[in-house]
């Protein structure tokens, strides 16, 4: 057994009040660390809704087996299918200026420009996540309202948002307070974590002209976090050049290099990807770097570092993005295609702790499809991606309501559907029109087009991976800005 220091066990039961408290079925968010003991299950059980075999049996365990590396990777990407936009393919009536509209007011919206919004945090009200510290407007920080706190994947999805759309003081001001208040610097003494990010800190902001941030000197990272600063970075140095106060690719180099090359060390601290399967962890502390996150899996991220970062790691990061396509077909259910919150390195669903359902296709899921569809626009074109973005597509057109989605949450065999809409979900269902081969394509994407813009006390991830579901439908999430 892992001994952890009183504070750490304070901390951890602090983190499982506060899964219980603030993640519902609006929130959409998980915990990215609770002490605990990884649970392998079988979802299948006696109510399969779908196949009569269980999911053991209806996954392929074997990851090394199909493992297929881009023979591309690390000197090229695909420019023909990055930056197609969808809803002028698949919508009636529309031309771009109607897209460019859309994208542009929603991007409004989430930054609060010129919608009239108070530059206060308002739980209740509103669309704006993006505020700036009174005491220093040179940083700003993305919001979650429902929690009341800043968290490192809407750092880095605020990041991503702003250099897609051509917003660099939002984007520097969003990395100054990033690199000064979450990211373990090179001196920090966790030389596991060097260059990572703190999931979590708060910001308090009931003082008119200063806003104390507070972040925990050892709060573990959230991988998914990492992965988007970086390729955010990256995507910067594209868009702008690194010549000027930021130099966007030194930083972004420093993450993706920490990350394959920080050491483990005996104090339960370890790397963001595990060595020996060559797969981002869940959580890279304690037991929680033993198992995986399909969401975190973003193969086509992992070749954007192979392409723009140091070359001592490019074949490493090209065999990491294949092995990461291959887990992504063992991971999903063989007739659904849905994939589990956690998984194990072979790809089985696990719960982390007995009964917390991340065992089951929830709030972290949603965004699997989305990555394969990034994956085959920028990069791969992989048949892989394209069947499983298609099996989900074909298991959803029967949970569809008018414009969104009819039910959220499935076990991965389908059954026991659960929660209700989702824009967030309805938004990367619709990023897989771009590889999606079902009769029923056209469908997702006007879904897209027509669901609300999540506003009030749960838009923080709702209104998040909205924006990047927009974003890759209508052709603004690209790798390149030539």
């Known amino acids: 057994m892992r001994h952890i220091t009183f504070a750490q066990f304070i901390y951890s039961l602090f983190i499982l009040f ?26 299948d059980a006696d109510t399969d809704a779908d196949t009569d075999a269980d999911t053991d049996s209806d996954t392929d365990t074997d990851t090394d087996s199909d493992v297929q590396p881009n023979p591309s990777c690390g000197t090229s990407a695909n420019e023909t299918l990055a930056g197609t936009n969808l809803f002028l393919e698949y919508v ?53 309202a429902d929690s009341d706190d800043v968290r490192s994947e809407g750092m880095s999805y605020g990041m991503m948002i702003a250099v897609q759309m051509d917003m660099q003081t939002q984007f520097d001001k969003l990395w100054r307070f990033a690199k000064t208040y979450i990211q373990y610097n090179e001196n920090t003494p966790i030389d596991s974590w060097r260059y990572y990010f703190r999931w979590r800190g708060t910001v308090n902001h009931t003082s008119a002209s200063n806003w104390p941030v507070q972040y925990e000197s050892e709060t573990v990272p959230a991988p998914d976090g990492d992965e988007y600063f970086a390729a955010a970075l ?21 993450i993706t290099d920490a990350m394959l ?69 063992d991971a999903a259910h063989d007739t659904t295609g849905l994939h589990s919150d956690y998984a194990t390195f072979d790809g089985r669903p696990i719960e982390f702790n007995a009964g917390d359902g991340h065992n089951r296709f929830k709030y972290d899921a949603w965004r699997v499809i989305m990555n394969m569809a990034v994956d085959y626009a920028w990069f791969s074109q992989d048949s892989r991606m394209q069947t499983q973005i298609t099996k989900y597509h074909a298991f959803f057109n029967n949970h569809l309501a ?21 824009s967030a979900l309805t938004a990367t269902l619709a990023t897989g029109a771009i590889a999606s081969t079902d ?25 998040c991976v909205y924006l990047l579901g927009l974003l890759n439908t209508a052709g603004y999430f690209v790798h390149n800005f030539e």
């Not at 990256?234 to 420093?254: C, F, P, T, V």
């Open 261 to 329: 090359n920080n050491p483990a060390d005996n104090g339960g601290h370890f790397p963001l990807f595990y060595s020996e399967q060559s797969q981002v962890v869940f959580v890279p502390y304690g037991d929680s770097n033993y198992f995986t996150d399909p969401s975190y899996h973003l193969p086509g991220f992992y070749e954007l570092f192979a392409l723009l970062g140091p070359s001592a790691d490019r074949d490493r990061w090209c065999e990491i993005a294949a092995v990461s396509r291959s887990f992504l077909v």
């Open 402 to 422: 008018e414009n969104n989605v009819e039910n959220s949450i499935f076990d991965v065999n389908g059954s026991n559907p659960e929660g209700n809409y989702s």
């Open 18 to 43: 506060f899964t219980s408290a603030c993640v519902g079925k609006d929130d959409g968010e998980s915990v990215p660390y609770e002490e605990g003991v990884y649970t392998d299950t079988d979802t």
């Open 439 to 463: 009769a029923n394509v056209a469908t997702y994407v006007n879904n897209l087009w027509n669901v609300y813009q999540q506003s009030g006390q749960w838009r923080y991830y709702q209104e």
């Open 92 to 144: 009636d009536g529309l031309n771009q200026d109607d897209v460019d509209a859309k994208v542009t007011d929603a991007v409004n919206r989430f930054f609060g420009i010129g919608t009239g919004e108070s530059n206060v945090p308002n739980v209740e009200e509103g669309y704006r996540l993006y505020f700036e510290l009174p005491q220093d407007n040179s940083m700003a920080f993305i919001w979650a």
């Open 234 to 254: 990256y995507l910067a140095h594209q868009r702008w050049g690194s010549a000027g106060e930021i130099n966007y690719k030194g930083e972004a180099d420093n």
